[in-house]
């Protein structure tokens, strides 16, 4: 567990992101005890799921959740393994704040059946998708969604607030298992 935490710090770091500390000796499950049950949300999930996991049983904040979600900044679905198909970003090898920038824009996204037939969302150039637990953040009904979208507009529009709440929750993340 040790070598893909690792990983993951030095993908982020190497990729523009914020330097996110370290420390080995993180212990998931010790001999015997099987495989830990997953601890990441479902994507196609929404609000309150992601709640669920990452303030109700991993003690998260608000401003954490959203900045984990941040992560979609790198990277991209891929059908064979997800379920879902595309980059969130323009430029996703490049970890930065243009995942929020994209979210809280006013263009709509609007809904697709994506392989597996998930529902994925496309963005008004259908190059670039967000998944359920994305769009989760900017749409619901409830009063906490005006707080989401604050987290995420401060984050689109700072990105130095971003990676430094971002490398918080990382490291929080990682030394949770």
């Known amino acids: 567990s040790d070598i893909w935490a690792l990983a993951g710090s030095v993908a982020v770091t190497g990729t ?7 420390r080995c000796g993180r ?3 010790g001999p015997g005890q099987g495989v830990p049950p997953p601890r990441l949300p479902d994507a196609t999930r929404g609000e309150d799921h992601l709640r669920d996991v990452f303030i109700t ?21 891929h059908s064979d393994r997800s379920g ?25 996204f609007r809904p697709i059946t994506a392989p597996n037939n998930n529902t994925q969302f496309v963005y008004s150039d259908s190059q670039l998708m ?3 637990s994305d769009m989760a953040l900017v749409e619901s009904n409830a009063l906490r969604y ?6 995420a507009v401060r984050y689109a529009a700072n990105s130095t607030l971003f990676f430094d709440v971002f490398a918080r929750a990382w490291v929080k993340l990682v030394e949770l298992g």
Do not use: K, Q
Not at 94 to 99: A, D, L, P, Q, V
Not at 146 to 151: P, R, V
């Open 84 to 108: 879902f198909d595309g980059p969130w970003t323009r430029r996703p090898n490049t970890f930065s704040n243009s995942y929020f920038g994209i979210l809280t824009d006013t263009r709509p």
């Open 130 to 132: 967000m998944l359920p």
């Open 57 to 77: 049983n991993m003690g998260f904040d608000e401003w954490e959740l959203v900045a984990l979600s941040g992560a979609h900044s790198l990277g991209r679905a």
């Open 146 to 151: 005006y707080w989401n979208l604050l987290c």
């Open 27 to 29: 212990v998931d499950y």
């Open 16 to 22: 523009g992101g914020p330097l996110l500390p370290f």
